[in-house]
T-cell receptor, first 117, second 109 residues
Framework: GAVVSQHPSWVICKSGTSVKIECRSLDFQATTMFWYRQFPKQSLMLMAT?????????EQGVEKDKFLINHASLTLSTLTVTSAHPEDSSFYIC?????????????FGPGTRLTVT | AQRVTQPEKLLSVFKGAPVELKCNYSYSGSPELFWYVQYSRQRLQLLLRHISRESIKGFTADLNKGETSFHLKKPFAQEEDSAMYYCALSEKGAQKLVFGQGTRLTINP
């Protein structure tokens, strides 16, 4: 089946530094990937849609200069949290849509827990 | 705007009892509806999509456009069904998903 990986699985960083999270589709091509944020005991909140070879589309209220997204290949999207602050601490999840199917279903990564101290 | 509502945050039933997780949506066009499940310490995974009209792990879900609902049902719950369940909607032909708040299902022995 379709597998999506994320790296790292968890990261601790100091306030003011930047952190990069990678999302890879391992056995399929993904022209579109998605980045979500999940707070404890809450649902997934879509942050942005990452399109291969073009700019990401951000949801309302998400700062594009703070959450930089790059989707340079059909199997890799990266999310960089710039100048991280403690309020950015969260669980970040990516998903990918198989470009070879007509369905809208997404395959999810295991998530990255970010803690900003 | 698209919206997905799962009215129950928590649902607890006994093993062998029927289970129904409710999902209502608001969308004026032709939606695609999904159920995703997240077992403890695992990633979110697709359980059902309405266009397939399939039964997975004994679960079924029927899209009722009149009631704008897509409830998930299973006639006899099993302990391994304990998990977090999310209903999600996608605009037909679009790419992004809108998730409900999720229902935590607990099956008691």
């Amino acid at each position: 089946g379709a597998v999506v990986s994320q790296h790292p699985s968890w990261v601790i960083c100091k306030s003011g530094t930047s952190v990069k999270i990678e999302c890879r589709s391992l056995d399929f091509q993904a022209t579109t990937m998605f980045w979500y944020r999940q707070f404890p005991k809450q649902s997934l909140m879509l942050m942005a849609t990452s399109n291969e070879g073009s700019k990401a589309t951000y949801e309302q209220g998400v700062e594009k200069d703070k959450f930089l997204i790059n989707h340079a290949s059909l199997t890799l999207s990266t999310l960089t949290v710039t100048s991280a602050h403690p309020e950015d601490s969260s669980f970040y999840i990516c998903s990918a849509r198989d470009a070879g199917t007509a369905y809208s279903e997404q395959y999810f990564g295991p998530g990255t827990r970010l803690t900003v101290t | 705007a698209q919206r997905v509502t799962q009215p129950e945050k928590l649902l607890s039933v006994f093993k062998g009892a029927p289970v129904e997780l409710k999902c209502n949506y608001s969308y004026s066009g032709s939606p695609e509806l999904f159920w995703y499940v997240q077992y403890s310490r695992q990633r979110l995974q697709l359980l059902l999509r309405h266009i397939s009209r399939e039964s997975i792990k004994g679960f079924t879900a029927d899209l009722n456009k009149g009631e704008t609902s897509f409830h998930l049902k299973k006639p006899f719950a099993q302990e391994e069904d304990s998990a977090m369940y999310y209903c999600a909607l996608s605009e037909k032909g679009a790419q992004k998903l809108v998730f409900g708040q999720g229902t935590r299902l607990t099956i008691n022995p």
